[in-house]
């Protein structure tokens, strides 16, 4: 088999690009490790920032997500109990964040994808790449009746998350791993539960940080900090709830989250890698295969479909006149956005969390007084958070 683009991975970015170069008339064949039902049942985020959304419309990708979700320009800390309300909105040119599943982002795109012909492989676990620096690389892989199959092309886009085999296939060298650990955990928890709030709540306590997000009318996730090394099976569903009112807990008035059925818990630990340049030969690399952010501030997924974005205009404009400018620039533009979101989620998570060092404890108060105080840290708040 030959194709221009072999993209490895299903998820947003994966299935972004694939309708990208479908609509620019680039032949595409997208290989996924999962069945289709998987990739459109998993959970995990939830928060598309304004700008994601808009590079979606331009392509005639939103319509379900515009008539569906729900739009918020508010988000709560709760200090020891005591409210404050943040309307990133109103600081920032009305812009707002959208509240749709990552799973619906699947599935939208994946339908698009199908809908005008694609080609996606399902059930691919064993991918191999091939001879990334050379004219013609090409893919490996046992289809699931067992018949080995071969793939040519002109490019690979590793759309396969920080654990596929796209970044691994980066010989050692080739590109710097820049890391951090942040020491901290979070007991992540998805519920049937419908919302308890109407804006997202980060709650600092002094037992650590808490988060309500939104997902849904009838489902809800939440974070507790937590030690890196801890354990869920540590975390009945009773101890869950019980810490999250603790710590979520009103000072005044008897305010309670609205339960559920538990239907995920898992530690996350919270921890930064970029991988530069994005590109090897003829390998380019995208989303969480290229970058992971701590999923304080909702980045993860954003960054995801900005690099598709850019991806796909520098491959139009490559196949379109033969300029490579745009695949050359790939890495420099997207590494500029990539940054920028670590530096906020890295100044945001300084602020929530609870930590035992007193120069940390004493710097987040500080944030925090501030952002309370000055409505200019708010608006520089607002711009980050939706997105500059
Ligand atoms: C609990 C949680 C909450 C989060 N919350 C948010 C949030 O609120 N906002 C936000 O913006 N981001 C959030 N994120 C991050 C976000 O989910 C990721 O950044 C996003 O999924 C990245 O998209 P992607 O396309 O790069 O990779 P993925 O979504 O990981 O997709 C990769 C795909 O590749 C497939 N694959 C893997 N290996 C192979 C292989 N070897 N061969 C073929 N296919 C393979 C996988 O099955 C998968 O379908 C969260 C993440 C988690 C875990």
Redesign the pocket.
């Known amino acids: 088999m030959n194709t221009a683009v072999g993209i490895?991975?299903?998820?947003?970015?994966?299935l972004l690009l694939a309708n990208l170069l479908q609509q620019a008339g680039i032949p595409c064949v997208v290989?996924?490790?999962?069945t289709r039902e998987y990739?459109e049942t998993r959970p995990?985020?939830?928060?598309l920032e304004h700008r994601s959304v808009e590079a979606l419309k331009r392509h005639g990708l939103a319509d379900r997500l515009l008539a569906e979700a729900d739009r918020h320009g508010s988000c709560e800390f709760r200090v020891n109990g005591r409210p404050f309300q943040v309307d990133y909105a109103d600081l920032y040119e009305g812009r707002t964040h959208y509240i749709y599943p990552?799973q619906e982002v699947v599935k939208d795109l994946l339908g698009a994808f199908l809908a005008g012909g694609g080609d996606v492989r399902f059930e691919?676990p064993d991918?191999e790449l091939h001879d990334l620096t050379s004219e013609r690389p090409s893919i490996t892989w046992t289809s699931p009746d067992g018949t080995a199959e071969s793939l040519t092309c002109d490019f690979v886009a590793g759309?396969?998350?920080f654990?596929?085999?796209s970044r691994r296939s980066v010989p050692e060298g080739a590109v710097s791993n820049v890391v951090l650990h942040h020491g901290i955990g979070w007991l992540?928890i998805l519920a049937e539960a419908p919302p308890s709030t109407r804006s997202v709540i980060y709650a600092l306590h002094e037992r650590g940080f808490a988060g309500h997000?939104l997902r849904s009318a009838t489902v809800s996730r939440y974070y507790l900090q937590v030690p890196v090394d801890e354990s869920p099976d540590d975390w009945s569903d009773e101890r869950v709830w019980s810490e999250l009112n603790t710590r979520m807990a009103l000072a005044e008035g008897n305010w309670r989250l609205t339960e559920g059925k538990i239907v995920e818990k898992r530690v996350?630990d919270m921890r930064s890698h970029v991988v530069e340049p994005m590109n090897h030969g003829r390998l380019f690399l995208?989303?969480?295969?290229a970058h992971i952010i701590t999923?304080v501030g909702?980045?993860?997924?954003?960054l995801?479909l900005h690099d598709a974005s850019v991806l796909g205009d520098a491959f139009a404009l490559h196949y379109g006149s033969g300029d490579e400018s745009l695949l050359k620039s790939y890495s420099d533009v997207c590494l500029r956005r990539v940054w920028r979101a670590q530096e906020f989620s890295h100044w945001m998570a300084g602020m929530i969390h609870t930590s035992a060092e007193p120069f940390h404890a004493r710097l987040a108060q500080s944030r925090l007084e501030h952002l309370l105080e000055s409505k200019a840290y708010r608006s520089t708040f607002a711009q980050n958070y939706v997105g500059v």
């Not at 490895?8 to 994966?14: L, R």
């Not at 290989?31 to 999962?34: D, P």
């Not at 995990?44 to 928060?47: E, P």
């Open positions: 490895v991975g299903a998820g947003p970015s994966g290989l996924e490790r999962g990739i995990r985020a939830g928060v990552q691919v991918a759309c396969d998350g654990h596929g085999v992540s997000m996350l995208l989303g969480d295969a999923p909702g980045k993860g997924m954003n995801a």
